[in-house]
């Protein structure tokens, strides 16, 4: 009997090939171009974000300080500055205003406040907003003190209008506050935010003698 021997088949491997240069460089070229524009709208996104933050927290700020000056102004007396004439010009514009705060007639002592406009880093803004406190006993200076209540602005006005005496019947504040925050310079931010508009009008309670 033949015995006939059967060849082993040749097994089949299958062949795997790598990428090409090629393909791992447009990969690449794809991979940072995503990456790319996914940090551009993230840097976007923060810097809105900031802006936004600014605005709110200088608006809420802003307020507070509108609401402390007509409420000084509806408990104080003896108003400045006067205008030359109340008959003929009743209404003057100015960038200051100073009242009796404060005043004890006892012991002589009354307090004069001043709200003025003072220069910020440039000569023509932003300004800043100045509470100056001046203390006199028996008609002679005593003291002095003096704060910023708001910084960042580019308008400071006080409409005042008299009627005879001259006695102040209302005054109009006027402010114009630019948000800034001094991380601007730090993070590069290009973005600027809305200015903000305050005004309000206040009546003394007490008509000045």
């Known amino acids: 009997m033949r015995t006939t021997s059967v060849s082993p088949r040749p097994s089949r491997r299958s062949s795997r090939r790598g990428f090409s240069l090629i393909e791992v460089l447009i990969a690449m070229t794809i991979t940072s171009t995503l990456l790319t524009a996914t940090m551009a709208a993230l840097d976007a996104s923060f810097k809105g974000y900031k802006v936004t933050t600014e605005g709110a927290s200088t608006n809420v700020v802003a307020r507070i300080v509108m609401q402390r000056v007509t409420s000084m102004v509806r408990t104080g007396e003896d108003f400045g500055p006067y205008p030359v004439n109340a008959i003929l010009t009743p209404k003057i514009q100015s960038t200051w205003m ?100 305050l005004v309000a009008s206040a009546s003394p309670r007490q008509l000045d003698n």
């Open 98 to 197: 100073e009242f009796v705060s404060y005043r004890d007639p006892v012991s002589g002592t009354h307090r004069v406040t001043k709200l003025e406009r003072r220069d910020g880093v440039g000569a023509n803004g932003p300004y800043e907003l100045w509470y100056v406190v001046s203390t006199f006993v028996g008609g002679e200076y005593q003291s002095e003190s003096a704060a910023p209540l708001l910084v960042g602005l580019n308008k400071v006005q006080f409409d005042m209008e008299y009627d005879v005496g001259p006695r102040l019947k209302r005054v109009t504040v006027d402010l114009i506050i630019q948000p800034d925050d001094i991380q601007d310079v730090a993070i590069g931010a290009n973005l600027e935010a809305p200015t903000i508009r």
